[in-house]
């Protein structure tokens, strides 16, 4: 019996080229138990999609890094920390991913990928723990995380939520300005425009969020992530998100961004 691939198993030059860039050397055993799927997976996601890229690649992996903490795949997360690493994506930035994801998905999810990553970063020799990026104490959390809002946001906007808002809910705006934006926007080892992309995508990635979508693809447009970015960014998330919830995100930025140029 032959051992080559059927041409349904078979990989494009560049789907190849691709996965060994991301993935040197790896050996996936779905590959040998399902190579049909395994084959049409990789040769969309590695060339079709891939090949569409308009995103420098380390901020193309850091969304699907992102991602994949929104989706709650730990197996996936684990496999692309090594292609973030490969890539040149350093450790803090990798962190920094983690840590923003906790005011979004909750720790009690991002607890298990904090493990993981610790581990992966032990098996790599990455000294743990990563340097701090901390740039607020409790005494200047609320008001540095109360003018990044206003940054991203823009200040009427975020006064206006606060005028709006019960006032047996202003503990959620106060925790919002001091805990989601002091004590992670503010930090280092991401800036503004890579946070933004990397919220989004956890955003999308967790699905039933279009309310919170749709004030990030805001937030994107006014830190300088335009409309050719986002769609660049969704793009990428398509293999490992779906196709619900990449429309749905596509749908979000139609409405706050329309295309010019409407075919």
């Known amino acids: 019996m032959s051992s080559s691939p059927r041409p349904s198993e078979q990989l494009t030059a560049a789907a190849h080229r691709n996965h060994e860039a991301m993935f040197p050397n790896y050996k996936s055993v779905l590959k040998e138990t399902d190579p049909e799927l395994i084959a049409i997976f990789d040769n969309w996601a590695f060339d079709d999609v891939l090949e569409l890229s308009q995103i420098d690649e380390q901020t193309r992996i850091m969304v ?11 197996s996936e997360y684990k496999i692309m920390i090594g292609a973030a690493l490969n890539a040149g994506v350093t450790p803090v930035a990798i962190k920094e991913i983690l840590y923003q994801a906790t ?39 609320f008001d540095k995380g109360l003018a ?6 823009g200040s009427s906007a975020i006064d206006q939520m606060y005028v709006n808002s019960p006032r047996d809910l202003m503990h959620i705006q106060r925790f919002l300005s001091g805990h989601c934006f002091g004590d992670f926007y503010t930090r280092k080892g991401l800036d503004l425009k890579h946070r933004e992309l990397v919220t ?3 955003l999308i990635a967790m699905g039933g969020t ?15 992530n335009d409309r050719g970015v986002l769609l660049n960014v969704i793009t990428q998330l398509l293999p490992w998100v779906g196709y619900p919830r990449t429309l749905n995100a596509i749908t979000c930025v139609n409405e706050l961004a329309p295309s010019i140029d409407p075919g």
């Open 148 to 153: 990044t809002q206003k940054e991203i946001f």
């Open 103 to 141: 005011a979004y998905v909750g720790m009690a999810k991002a607890f298990d990928f904090l493990h993981a990553t610790n581990e992966i970063f032990a098996n790599r020799k990455i000294q743990l723990p990563i340097e701090g990026q901390s740039t607020t104490t409790r005494e200047t959390r």
């Open 210 to 224: 279009e309310g919170q979508i749709k004030g990030h693809v805001r937030g994107n447009l006014n830190v300088g």
């Open 200 to 202: 989004l995508a956890i």
């Open 64 to 74: 699907i890094v992102a991602s994949t903490i929104g989706s709650g795949a730990l």
